[in-house]
């Protein structure tokens, strides 16, 4: 369970991100939030898996940390790719070999252990932390503007992982895209103009967008 | 304890990949400051024609005096650079702030050991001097050198995860402590009516001990290994460690 009481954010320069916001969110629940770019979200995703407070009011969790996916610097780009990803599986507490088995086959063939991880390309470090991010044991899933790594060899691998990994666990993805919310989510919110609004579904979304846009033109005026 | 130790453990692993990866030369660093200082205070010694108060080679005289204060230095920004250095590993949900203090604190330990030994035991074999008067005693001022450094850096490395400016301030707060903690001097050469302005700094009498620790024919009149100040620092040390271990097993299993 994740319950925001009362919860306000802003940047550490002042600026809002979320007025004072009351809000339950129950176990396996999947909650999409659509956000503008620039509006907080990985502030917002940071209060939820439980990495920073909200300034103002509480987040109540169930747990005390959860993951966000996919995090980049899980791998230490100095060491060998077997020692980085034995390291990265402690830090993240994942039994090694099980977890270093399964990284490397979801991130494909031609990967040798011995290899130094600063040689690796940015798609196959970024498809191992995600490997290594999903094994975590938790109640939530907590994504950051994107559930999947976006490259297209490993969307399909990549989106089936996550839907088993579903099966046990609830969502909060906050993104700007309305399409992919809908893809993995059931509840929705709009993060509209520093309030987290409840919504049916996504389509009042960019209106909601554009209302905030012409307030601030309106302010400035 | 297994999780911590594990997470210790693999933290220590990614360190050593940074400093042996792509800071070797800073760790070649960690021996050549404390010959260039001892180097450095044996000129200025000739050239001031400074007598050193304890019958021995000035270089051991500056090396018993520059090796605690080179230790409690390095630890102390070594291990709060490191930390803001490894701040998004603090994102995972089994790290917490100890774990890489303890980390940190134990590489700076190995690192300050090995200096310590080649540089005295060097000293001693190239000056063929007569061997330290009491190496255990040595060896523990070197210890309470760097738990001091430890403590301060438990406080400097969370203030440096909020404020980036601190890493850069340190060294230059620090600066003056090299000049009033008895590295160039000893007690007995400062009028006694000074000498509680010196204690206030626990270093001045922690170096202090490592001289009489080192030479037989000295007796510091500030050292004892249980003065308040060393104390309440062991203790602060333990209550921060204490307090996080315990905001720590609740959340470990998550």
């Known amino acids: 369970m994740i319950e925001l009481r009362a919860a306000t954010v802003w940047t550490p320069s002042g600026q809002p991100i979320l007025?004072?916001?009351?809000?339950?969110f129950v176990p396996k629940e999947k909650i999409g939030i659509l956000a503008a770019p620039g509006s907080g979200k990985t502030t917002l995703a940071r209060i939820f898996a439980g990495l920073q407070p909200p300034q103002q009011g509480r987040?109540?969790?169930?747990?005390?940390?959860?993951?966000?996916?996919?995090?980049?610097n899980l791998l230490h780009p100095h060491m060998a790719l077997h020692a980085a990803l034995t390291d990265a599986a402690t830090l993240l507490g994942l039994p090694h070999q099980c977890a270093i088995e399964r990284a490397l086959r979801f991130a494909g063939k031609g990967l040798n252990p011995t290899q130094k991880v600063s040689s690796l390309s940015p798609v196959q470090k970024s498809a191992l932390s995600f490997a290594l991010s999903l094994q975590r044991p938790g109640q939530w899933l907590i994504a950051d503007d994107r559930l999947v790594p976006s490259d297209p060899g490993l969307a399909a691998s990549a989106e089936s992982a996550v839907r088993l990994r579903l099966k046990t666990a609830g969502l909060i993805y906050?993104?700007?895209?309305?399409?992919?919310?809908?893809?993995?989510?059931?509840?929705?919110?709009?993060?509209?103009?520093?309030?987290?609004?409840?919504v049916p579904?996504?389509?009042?979304?960019p209106a909601l967008f554009r209302t905030e846009a012409e307030g601030a033109t309106h302010d400035t005026a | 304890m297994t999780p911590h130790l594990d997470i210790i453990t693999a933290l220590m692993h990614r360190e050593i990949a940074v400093r042996f990866g792509e800071e070797r030369l800073?760790?070649?660093?960690?021996?050549?400051?404390?010959?260039?200082?001892?180097?450095?205070?044996?000129?200025?010694?000739a050239a001031f024609d400074r007598q050193?108060?304890?019958?021995?080679?000035?270089?051991?005289?500056?090396?018993?005096g520059i090796l605690p204060y080179v230790?409690?230095?390095?630890?102390?920004?070594?291990?709060?650079?490191?930390?803001?250095?490894?701040?998004?590993?603090?994102?995972?949900?089994?790290?917490?702030?100890?774990?890489?203090?303890?980390?940190?604190?134990?590489?700076?330990?190995?690192?300050?050991?090995?200096?310590?030994?080649?540089?005295?035991?060097?000293?001693?074999?190239?000056?063929?001097?007569?061997?330290?008067a009491n190496l255990p005693s040595l060896i523990l001022v070197f210890c309470l050198t760097w738990s001091i450094g430890v403590a301060i850096s438990v406080f400097t490395s969370r203030l440096a995860l909020r404020v980036s400016a601190v890493t850069r301030v340190?060294?230059?707060?620090?600066?003056?402590?090299?000049?009033?903690?008895?590295?160039?001097?000893?007690?007995?050469?400062?009028?006694?009516?000074?000498?509680?302005?010196?204690?206030?700094?626990?270093?001045?009498?922690?170096?202090?001990?490592?001289?009489?620790?080192?030479?037989?024919?000295?007796?510091?009149?500030?050292?004892?290994p249980s003065s308040t100040l060393t104390f309440l620092f062991a203790i602060v040390v333990a209550i921060c460690v204490a307090s996080m271990i315990k905001h720590q097993s609740r959340g470990l299993a998550g």
């Open chain 1, 59 to 72: 987040v109540i969790r169930s747990t005390i940390r959860d993951t966000i996916l996919g995090q980049e």
């Open chain 2, 71 to 132: 230790i409690f230095r390095q630890t102390l920004t070594y291990v709060t650079r490191s930390v803001v250095a490894a701040r998004r590993i603090l994102d995972l949900p089994n790290v917490r702030f100890f774990h890489l203090i303890i980390a940190f604190a134990i590489l700076e330990a190995l690192t300050a050991a090995v200096i310590c030994a080649i540089v005295l035991l060097g000293l001693v074999w190239i000056l063929d001097a007569a061997s330290l």
């Open chain 1, 19 to 24: 007025s004072p916001t009351s809000e339950r």
């Open chain 1, 174 to 198: 906050i993104s700007k895209n309305a399409t992919q919310l809908q893809r993995y989510c059931d509840r929705f919110f709009v993060l509209a103009a520093t309030n987290l609004i409840p």
């Open chain 1, 201 to 205: 579904d996504l389509k009042l979304g």
């Open chain 2, 170 to 224: 340190l060294p230059l707060l620090l600066r003056p402590f090299f000049w009033i903690s008895g590295v160039f001097f000893v007690a007995t050469e400062i009028p006694p009516d000074w000498i509680w302005v010196l204690n206030i700094n626990p270093l001045f009498s922690l170096i202090d001990g490592g001289r009489e620790a080192a030479f037989q024919t000295y007796n510091s009149p500030v050292y004892a």
């Open chain 2, 52 to 64: 050193i108060p304890i019958s021995t080679h000035p270089a051991l005289f500056l090396a018993t």
């Open chain 2, 26 to 45: 800073s760790y070649l660093w960690a021996f050549i400051v404390p010959l260039s200082w001892i180097g450095f205070g044996i000129l200025a010694f």
